[in-house]
C-alpha cells in the first residue's frame, strides 16, 4: 500500500468484523530511535493460536466472498521491508492486539499517510464503536477520543458531512501540532 494509514484501515476493519466495541490505534513516532509502532487494539472475538498464526498467511481469510486475505501480510510485509516486525496477541473472548514497528531511516519506509481521514471514516461508519486514537511523537502526546465526541455532539450523527470535516481538521491540526518541534 502507498500509505500505512491504509493498513491500519485494513486491520481496524478486522477489528470491526469481529464484533469489538472498543478500538484502539496508536502512531507512535521516536524520532531518535527513527521508529515508529503502530498499533491497533481491540476487545473482539480474539482468534485461536493456530488463527493468530494462520492471519499471516495471504491464503487464509475467514471470508466467504473471498479466497484470500492480504490486509495483515501486507502490513506484516511493510513493516519487515524496513527492518521492522509485527506481532499478534490475541485470545479467544478478549480481543486482538496487531503491532508494527517500522524503521522510519529506511529506504522502504512507506509515509504514516492520511491517520486523520482514515480515523474519520471508521468512527463515522461504525458510530457503536468507541475508537481511541493515540498520536505521539517522542513526549509529546494527541488523543482523540470518539465517546468524547459523542458526548459534546449528542443527537447528532457523527457521519454528519459537516462532522466529519470539523473531526478531520481537528485530528489533522492537532497532529500537526505535536509534530512540529516547539
Known amino acids: 500500500m502507498r500509505e500505512l494509514s491504509l493498513n491500519v484501515l485494513d486491520v ?3 477489528s470491526v468484523a469481529a464484533d469489538a466495541k472498543n ?3 496508536e ?3 521516536d524520532t531518535a530511535k527513527k521508529t515508529l509502532l503502530l498499533g491497533i487494539y481491540d476487545d473482539g472475538k480474539g482468534m485461536t493460536p493456530e488463527q493468530v498464526t494462520a492471519v499471516r498467511d495471504p491464503f487464509y481469510t475467514t471470508r466467504t466472498t473471498r479466497k484470500v486475505g492480504l490486509g495483515v501480510p501486507l502490513f ?3 513493516a519487515e521491508m524496513t527492518g521492522g516486525t509485527l506481532e499478534i496477541e490475541s485470545a479467544v ?3 486482538t492486539k496487531v503491532k508494527a ?3 522510519t531511516d529506511h529506504v522502504d519506509f512507506v509515509p504514516l499517510g492520511d491517520m486523520a481521514n482514515t480515523i474519520v471514516t471508521l468512527a463515522a461508519m461504525n458510530e457503536s464503536i468507541r475508537f481511541l486514537y493515540r498520536y505521539r511523537v517522542d513526549d509529546r502526546e494527541f488523543v482523540f477520543d470518539t465517546q468524547q465526541i459523542k458526548e459534546i455532539l449528542g443527537d447528532v450523527p457523527m457521519n454528519d458531512p459537516s462532522i466529519m470535516n470539523w473531526m478531520t481538521a481537528y485530528i489533522k491540526e492537532n497532529s500537526q501540532a505535536i509534530t512540529e518541534v516547539q
Open 93 to 95: 473472548g478478549v480481543g
Open 27 to 29: 502512531a507512535l513516532l
Open 23 to 25: 478500538i484502539e490505534i
Open 101 to 103: 514497528l517500522f524503521h
Open 76 to 78: 506484516k510485509m511493510a
Open 12 to 14: 481496524a476493519q478486522n
